[in-house]
């Protein structure tokens, strides 16, 4: 790092390996970070001008390519953009900018700055999920993301398209290989999802639906899906072994959601001994102390989700049974 004066600062980076730095970090990634930034601050004005790049990037030990950014901040104006490689071919590129990010007098951040954004991608796959998504495994199919909107942080202001063609994936927990997984949503204040069809082992699942975006007090103002499947295979593991017919409906709002429709257990098999307690890692003695303490008899009470809490509706659960089925214990 070089200082010169109190208005200068001018920092470089060569091969930075974050990797001991990652498990305090979310993702976790690895990698190894160019940087070099130079700042000038006035009075009432500062200049920014940052380039980086990092090569060998990893986030939750998934390896995601190079990522190339560079950050200026020039006559009250703020531009970012990044471009994340997989590979020779596919990538993902998003450009932001802003009038402002931080008040001139104090540099501290302003609450609503006002983001202007793209997001592109260019024949990327879908295994570009795995890192942010460990529940999936194996992923693999085309993606396509073109989204843009005046203000980042309105859901309200987006407009653009999102498709999956030929898609595969796993889900880990549930033992579950997914294919044929076509999706095409288009945004334009409504998220209308044209279509999502999966196929399973046994089965096919298709929902559509749309929600109504809002602003920032309220990014969602109402839904509606509904989802049919027939045969469709929820896990297929050793120990749950699941598979459903359905034409079931949500709609509603946040705070006051709606179910109907119908559900039929087609196959249905769960051994009850290899579903153990879950043991979660403490908390850190700082978060444990900063969080309000509750009464004894409060931390024994599950709390469910505000959404799970409002819903409301019926359903009707039909079970057929085969020859042979059986419950164990």
């Known amino acids: 790092?070089?200082?010169?004066?109190?208005?200068?600062?001018?920092?470089?980076?060569?091969?930075?390996?974050?990797?001991?730095?990652?498990?305090?970090?979310?993702?976790?990634?690895?990698?190894?970070?160019?940087?070099?930034?130079?700042?000038?601050?006035?009075?009432?004005?500062?200049?920014?001008?940052?380039?980086?790049?990092?090569?060998?990037?990893?986030?939750n030990n998934q390896p995601l390519g190079e990522l190339d950014g560079d950050l200026t901040h020039r006559d009250g104006r703020t531009d970012l953009n990044l471009r994340l490689r997989m590979d020779q071919a596919s990538?993902?590129?998003?450009?932001?900018?802003?009038?402002s990010l931080f008040r001139a007098d104090t540099f501290q951040p302003l609450q609503h700055p006002n983001i202007r954004f793209s997001l592109s991608s260019q024949s990327a796959q879908l295994n570009l999920l795995q890192p942010f998504v460990p529940a999936i495994q194996?992923?693999?199919?085309?993606?396509?993301?073109?989204?843009?909107?005046?203000?980042?942080?309105?859901?309200g202001e987006w407009n653009g398209r999102?498709?999956?063609?030929n898609g595969k994936l796993g889900l880990v927990s549930l033992n579950t290989p997914l294919k044929n997984i076509q999706l095409n949503a288009v945004v334009d204040s409504v998220l209308t999802l044209q279509r999502l069809h999966i196929q399973s082992p046994t089965g096919k699942l298709n929902l559509n639906g749309r929600v109504a975006l809002g602003d920032r007090a309220q990014?969602?103002?109402?839904?509606?899906?509904?989802?049919?499947?027939?045969?469709?295979?929820v896990s297929r593991g050793s120990d749950m072994d699941l598979t459903l017919d359905s034409d079931l409906i949500v709609e509603g709002t946040p705070d006051a959601p709606r179910f109907s429709g119908t559900l039929g257990v087609r196959k249905g098999r769960l051994i009850l001994q290899k579903h153990?307690?879950?043991?979660?890692?403490?908390?850190p003695l700082l978060v444990q102390t900063s969080e309000p303490q509750e009464s004894p008899g409060a931390a024994s009470?599950?709390?469910?989700?505000?959404?799970?809490?409002?819903?409301?509706?019926?359903?009707?659960?039909?079970?057929?049974?085969?020859?042979?089925?059986e419950a164990r214990t």
């Open 1 to 59: 790092m070089k200082k010169c004066g109190t208005r200068q600062l001018q920092l470089v980076a060569e091969q930075f390996d974050v990797a001991p730095f990652s498990d305090s970090i979310p993702l976790q990634p690895s990698g190894h970070v160019n940087l070099s930034l130079n700042l000038s601050a006035a009075q009432h004005d500062y200049d920014l001008s940052a380039r980086c790049s990092v090569t060998d990037l990893h986030l």
């Open 91 to 99: 990538a993902l590129v998003f450009n932001a900018r802003t009038d």
């Open 138 to 155: 194996n992923a693999s199919g085309a993606l396509q993301i073109d989204l843009e909107s005046d203000d980042l942080m309105t859901p």
């Open 162 to 165: 999102i498709q999956i063609e």
């Open 219 to 233: 990014p969602v103002r109402s839904f509606y899906f509904r989802t049919q499947s027939e045969q469709f295979s």
């Open 276 to 283: 153990k307690a879950v043991q979660t890692r403490p908390d």
């Open 301 to 325: 009470r599950t709390r469910q989700p505000l959404f799970l809490q409002s819903l409301r509706g019926q359903t009707r659960i039909s079970i057929t049974a085969t020859p042979g089925s």
